[in-house]
Every structure is written in C-alpha cells, then in structure tokens.
C-alpha cells in the first residue's frame, strides 16, 4: 500500500473528533447510573464496532482470526484487556476529577506511556529513539506532554484548595482529587496497552 500522508491526517482528525467528543452523548443521560451507560458505550465501542469494522475490512473476519497464531491471539486479548481496565478507570477519571483534569492527566499519561512502552519493551529504545533525530524531537515532546499534565495537576490542587467542599460538590459530585488522580493515573497507564494490541 502506497503511502497516502493526506488520508493519515484525515484518519487522524476522525480520531481526534471521536476522542474529544465520546463523552457528549453521557452528558444527556440523568436516570442512569455511570457505571450503566459506561458499559452501553463500552458494549459498542469494544465489541461492536471491532466486529462491524474487522468485517467491512476483511472478507471474512472468523477465518482471518482462526489462521492467527496462539500467541498473538493471547498478546493482543492480553493487552486488550489491560486496555479496557484503562477505559473502565477512565469513567471513573471523569466521576473524581471532572472532564478537563482527568482528560489532561489521564490522555497525557496514555499517550506519553504508549509513546515510549513499545520501543523499551521491544529493545530498540538507544537505537530508534535516543539514536535519531526524530526519536529525540518524539522525546521533547512526551517532556513537553507530561509538563502540560503537571501543569493541570497543580491547577486542579489549587482549584480544590480554593474551593469550599460545598463548591467542589457542585461543581462535580463525587469530586475528590487524591482519588482521582491515583485513577487518573491508572487509567492512562492501562490505557496505554492498547499500543501493543
């Protein structure tokens, strides 16, 4: 497949679209609890859609998965499942620290982890990052990336030490910034693993 630099941003801009407006949908649900329409969208954006998508891409998707090796199949569930306890943490991000904190610090972390785990693991760090002028200007920019999630950590502690609890709780219900961002954190890591997927 010829490299197509034009259709990569537009994928690029869907991803971006999806990931900055997923959360909008919840906004309109009241009645239900997080934890309900966090399994509905997840039911869809894990099982359904993979399934609708892999079918449309292949011609036939059950064979394709069948004549996959054992140990790739294991890896890729493996870390499937590391990056859906990632996601399932990441509703909890929104429920302790609000939209704008947990997105910093648990989207930062993602994507500063899924940046670096792959090359660590896979032994090519010194020779592929460090060793290279794009490895260096990548690094640069996870520095920059996780001075940005510093940045809105110390924010949300000042937020929270100006804030009454009565304000907090207004603001967002179950507010507790200690929780939030040990999830937060979590999050990020675990959501990381989909890099190896």
């Not at 309109?28 to 998508?53: D, H, K, M, N, Q």
């Not at 140990?71 to 499942?81: D, I, R």
């Amino acid at each position: 497949m010829a490299a197509n630099p034009a259709l990569g941003v537009v994928f690029h801009w869907l991803g971006g679209l999806a990931s900055g407006s997923f959360y909008v949908p919840y906004r309109g649900v009241r009645r239900w609890s997080w934890e309900t329409y966090w399994l509905v969208g997840g039911f869809f954006s894990w099982i359904i859609a993979p399934w609708f998508l892999g079918s449309l891409m292949t011609r036939d998707l059950v064979a394709v998965l069948s004549e996959a090796p054992a140990k790739t199949l294991f890896w890729s569930f493996f870390f499937g499942l590391l990056w859906g306890i990632g996601g399932l943490t990441f509703g909890l991000t929104m429920r302790f620290l609000g939209l704008s904190l947990g997105m910093a610090v648990a989207l930062g972390l993602c994507a500063a982890f899924g940046t670096l785990m792959p090359p660590i693991f896979s032994g090519v760090f010194a020779s592929q990052v460090l060793g290279t002028n794009s490895g260096r200007v990548i690094l640069l920019g996870i520095v920059v990336c996780l001075l940005g999630i510093a940045a809105a950590g110390l924010a949300g502690i000042y937020k929270e030490r100006a804030m009454s609890p009565e304000q907090q709780k207004a603001a967002i219900q179950e507010f507790n910034l200690r929780k939030g961002l040990a999830v937060a954190t979590l999050s990020g890591v675990m959501s990381a693993c989909f890099a190896y997927g």
